[in-house]
Structure formats: C-alpha cells, structure tokens
C-alpha cells in the first residue's frame, strides 16, 4: 500500500494548507495581530501579577499580624489588616 510521489505530494500540499490554515500562524504571519497579541499578553500577565502580588501581601500581613509576641510588627501588622478590612 505505498503511495505514489503524485499523492504523496498531495498529502504534503494538504498538509502544509491546513498548517497556514492555522490560527497561530495567521497571528504571526500578520505584523499588527502579533503586536496585538503581545499586548493583550502583556496586559494579562501584568493583571496576573499584581492580583497575586496583592493577596499573597494580604495574606501575609493578615498571619502576621496574629503574633501577639512582636509588638512592633504586630501592631503593624494589625493597622494594615484594619485599612484592609476597611477597604473592602
């Protein structure tokens, strides 16, 4: 069952259409739609950091806080968890 170099060559045209056909080669055969979606990538990853970076803060802040032993951090500690209890 081998093919002959005619078919052959056919799969391999069908192929190579259907891999142009391909939504992330459309993006980056375009200038503008790769500049775009940098963007778009660039926004959500900075999104992502500073939501992350803000809880992980919040949280942190929150459980130190609860040490009753380090005055000067607890105290610290516990005005930060109060303006965010405010603030929510």
Not at 3 to 32: A, C, D, P, Y
Not at 37 to 66: D, H
């Amino acid at each position: 069952m081998s093919m002959t170099e005619n078919e052959t060559l056919q799969t391999l045209t069908r192929e190579v259409e259907r891999l142009n056909n391909h939504r992330f080669i459309r993006v980056q055969n375009s200038f503008w739609r790769s500049i775009a979606f940098q963007f778009m990538r660039g926004l959500a990853f900075g999104l992502g950091s500073v939501m992350g970076a803000t809880i992980l803060v919040s949280l942190l802040a929150w459980w130190v806080s609860q040490f009753e032993f380090l005055p000067i951090v607890g105290d610290w500690a516990a005005q930060i968890a109060k303006q965010i209890e405010l603030s929510n």
